[in-house]
């Protein structure tokens, strides 16, 4: 374990760090708005996602395995993977409604810092970090982690579940994610990405990629693995391993769409046609895996 480095304040008083320094360029821009899907109203995720609101991949063992029970599969299967034992410092790059950071925190006692530019998941994740009385071990920061001056070597692990896809440059990405991890630490990415660059190129102005990158986040490049592990690389990362979660992306978009369905009068409830707009992009979502797409859990290793 590292000594003690100061970080962010608990996450009840979570800050805005970046937003005025950066709100006047506007190179920012183009993908400033990210957040616009995650940025809906918590209520809206709790329709259709499991109870921990985790939004990504679960992690299914068995063919009777519930969609709540294979979140926290998937979670456990991240800290084996990144070698947690208990109370070790822990960074989530996008943290969502903050499902890794409090799981972490609750099971394992990890000190944890989770990073997304949408503010209401801050206050959702504030109030459940409350709920289960580890608020001291969850602090969060509302902004970009490209632009986020974190102290170098202070964490033992990195997580980034879904969200490179959001980061126009993997480059700076994987060398932040190496200068704040301390040596021998270890960095997580799961993330969909398109089969190959051939594939990449010819399906990454699609009718439908357009749709789900403009209308539902804003920004988006589902870049090939091929593409992550060079960027790891050049970052000065040794890859540990890389897994094959396509199959269990596809069930667990499939336990979605179900909930959309059973919950489209309240979901229409929040703005009408938002059912059908949810289950057009889980649709399109669902349509390419293993032809187009792949979803993969890579594992980097700062061996030095």
């Not at 903050?98 to 810092?113: K, N, P, V």
């Not at 269990?248 to 336990?255: G, S």
Request: hydrophobic share 40%; proline share 3%.
């Amino acid at each position: 374990m590292t000594a003690p480095v100061e970080q962010a304040e608990p996450v009840q008083h979570a800050e805005h760090a970046e937003h005025a320094e950066h709100a006047e360029h506007a190179e920012h821009v183009e993908y400033a708005d990210t957040n616009q899907h995650y940025d809906l109203d918590p209520e809206i995720f709790g329709r259709f996602l499991d109870p921990l609101r985790k939004y990504s991949s679960a992690l299914y063992t068995s063919e009777t395995d519930t969609l709540a029970e294979a979140q926290e599969h998937k979670l456990r299967f991240v800290a084996d993977r990144l070698g947690l034992r208990g109370g070790e410092r822990l960074l989530d790059v996008g943290c969502g409604w903050g499902s890794l950071i409090l799981f972490m925190a609750r099971e394992l006692g990890c000190d944890t810092l989770g990073v997304s530019p949408a503010p209401r998941q801050h206050d959702y994740i504030a109030r459940r970090a409350a709920e289960m009385g580890v608020s001291e071990r969850v602090r969060t920061l509302v902004g970009h982690f490209e632009r986020l001056d974190l102290p170098e070597r202070s964490f033992d692990a990195v997580t980034m579940l879904g969200s490179i896809v959001h980061m126009p440059d993997a480059d700076e990405v994987f060398r932040r994610a190496r200068a704040v991890l301390r040596r021998g630490g270890a960095l997580y990415v799961s993330e969909s990405c398109f089969r190959s660059d051939a594939t990449h190129a010819e399906f990454a102005r699609r009718a439908g990629t357009d749709f789900v990158r403009e209308d539902i986040f804003g920004w988006g490049d589902m870049r090939p693995l091929s593409a992550l592990v060079a960027s790891a690389e050049r970052a000065g990362f040794s890859i540990a391993s890389v897994d094959d979660l396509t199959g269990h992306y596809r069930r667990t978009i499939e336990d979605w769409l179900a909930n959309v369905d059973a919950s489209a009068a309240e979901l229409d409830a929040h703005a009408p046609g938002l059912a059908a707009k949810l289950r057009h992009y889980l649709e399109i979502a669902n349509a390419g895996w293993g032809y187009t797409t792949k979803h993969y859990a890579l594992v980097c290793k700062k061996s030095r």
